[in-house]
C-alpha cells in the first residue's frame, strides 16, 4: 500500500482569525473602536452595558451586537431601550461568537455613524476565549458572587483580557470573596491587565470605567 | 460545545490538503495542542467520528500532542514549565513572566493513502 506523510502546519484557528483581521480593518477604516464583553452567564455584561450607555451616551455614538444561544433577544433590547443601536446574534446553540458572526452583525450597522461597537459575547467562561472577533479590546466581567477562585480556575479567559471589570461589589458586605486572592491569581496570569472595581446596581465605579472607555472611542472616531 | 467548530475547521484542513495531494483516504492526523489552549480532546475525538463520516478522512485515527505551558521570567531570566497554568517563574517566584509555549493549536500532519496505486507506481 502506497502511504504517504503530508506536512500541514496549519493554525486550526485560521479561517476566524482571517474574517477577524477583516472585521478589525472594517472598524479602523470606520474610526471605531470595538470591546468583547465576556463572563460567565449573569455576571453582568448587559447591565454593565447599560451603565455604560447611560454614561456616555449621546456624546459616545454606540452599536451593540447581542451574542445568544437561542432567538432569546431581550439583551438586545435592553440595548436599544437604553439608546444603542442593536443587533441581535442568534449562535444556533453554538456556546461562543466566531468571526464571521460579527462580521454578518456590523452588516446590519452603520459604522459611519458610530464611535464604539459593543460586542456581548455568549455567557461562558471557557468557550470565547479562544475566538478573535477582530475588537481592540476583550473585556473580562468577573462578578464577585462567583467566588474568588475563578482566575485559577479559567486561566485562559483571565490571561487574554485587557480589561477586567470585578463587578457587584456592593454585593461584598454580605460574601467571603477574598478581593486580594482573586487580583493576585489576576495579576499571575495578566500583569498588564486593567482593573476596575465597579457596581452596575450602585454607580460606583462606573465613572473610571467610562472614562478610559470614553477616551478612546473618542480618538478613534 | 465549541469543539463542534473546532472540529469541523480541522475537517475543513485535513481534506484540502488531501486533496491537494490527490490522495483517496486520510489515515492519521496530528494534532498540537497546548496545554494552555481550552479545547478538549476528548470532546473533538466525540465530534470527529460523525463529521468524518462520508469524506476522505471517514475513520482517520486523531493524535493528540500537547505542549507543555512554558514561561520566560523577565526579572531573572529563567525559563520554566508549569504543571498548573496560573503559576508565575518557579526559579524566583517573580509574576512579571512572558508565555514561549503552550499556545499552540495547529495540525501537524496527515498520513494519507494514495489514490491510484498503480499511478504511482508507475510514476516511480
Ligand atoms: N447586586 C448587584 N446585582 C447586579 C449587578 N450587576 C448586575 N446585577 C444583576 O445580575 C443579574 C444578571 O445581570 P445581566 O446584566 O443580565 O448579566 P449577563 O448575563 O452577564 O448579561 C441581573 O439580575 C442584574 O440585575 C451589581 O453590580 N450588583
Ligand atoms: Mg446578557
Ligand atoms: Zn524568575
Known amino acids: 500500500m502506497s502511504v504517504k506523510v503530508i506536512s500541514v502546519l496549519e493554525n486550526i484557528l485560521q479561517a476566524n482569525d482571517q474574517v477577524a483581521a477583516a472585521n478589525r480593518a472594517r472598524f479602523a477604516a470606520a474610526g471605531v473602536y470595538a470591546l468583547n464583553i465576556m463572563s460567565s452567564p449573569g455576571a453582568g455584561k448587559t447591565s454593565l452595558i447599560e451603565q455604560t450607555l447611560r454614561a456616555l451616551a449621546p456624546q459616545v455614538r454606540i452599536g451593540m451586537i447581542n451574542g445568544d444561544t437561542t432567538a432569546a433577544s431581550m439583551d438586545a433590547e435592553r440595548g436599544a431601550r437604553a439608546g444603542a443601536a442593536s443587533v441581535h446574534i442568534n449562535t444556533g446553540g453554538n456556546c461562543h461568537l466566531e468571526a464571521h458572526m460579527v462580521r454578518q452583525a456590523l452588516d446590519a450597522l452603520d459604522l459611519s455613524a458610530l464611535d464604539l461597537v459593543i460586542v456581548e459575547n455568549v455567557g461562558n467562561l471557557v468557550c470565547p476565549a479562544g475566538w478573535d472577533l477582530g475588537v481592540h479590546a476583550r473585556v473580562v466581567v468577573a462578578s464577585v458572587t462567583e467566588g474568588d477562585d475563578k482566575p485559577y480556575k479559567y486561566p485562559t479567559m483571565y490571561r487574554g483580557a485587557e480589561v477586567l471589570l470585578l463587578n457587584k461589589i456592593d454585593l461584598l458586605p454580605y460574601l467571603d470573596f477574598n478581593t486580594d486572592y482573586f487580583l493576585q491569581g489576576v495579576r499571575l496570569l495578566n500583569p498588564a491587565v486593567q482593573v476596575f472595581p465597579i457596581s452596575c446596581r450602585s454607580g460606583e465605579g462606573i465613572g473610571a470605567w467610562a472614562e478610559w472607555l470614553r477616551a478612546r472611542a473618542l480618538k478613534h472616531g | ?124
Do not use: K
Open chain 2, 1 to 124: 460545545m465549541h469543539e463542534l467548530s473546532v472540529t469541523q475547521h480541522i475537517l475543513e484542513i485535513v481534506v484540502r490538503h488531501a486533496q491537494q495531494a490527490h490522495a483517496a483516504r486520510i489515515t492519521d492526523i496530528h494534532l498540537v495542542i497546548g496545554q494552555l489552549s481550552s479545547f478538549i480532546d476528548e470532546s473533538i475525538q466525540f465530534y470527529w467520528d460523525t463529521l468524518s463520516s462520508g469524506t476522505l478522512a471517514e475513520g482517520a485515527h486523531l493524535h493528540f500532542e500537547r505542549v507543555p505551558a512554558q514561561v520566560d521570567c523577565n526579572e531573572c531570566g529563567q525559563r520554566s514549565t508549569l504543571a498548573e497554568s496560573a503559576q508565575g517563574c518557579l526559579a524566583c517566584g517573580s509574576l512579571n513572566v512572558r508565555v514561549v509555549a503552550g499556545e499552540e493549536f495547529y495540525v501537524r500532519a496527515i498520513q494519507v493513502q494514495a489514490a491510484d496505486e498503480r499511478e504511482q507506481e508507475a510514476e516511480a
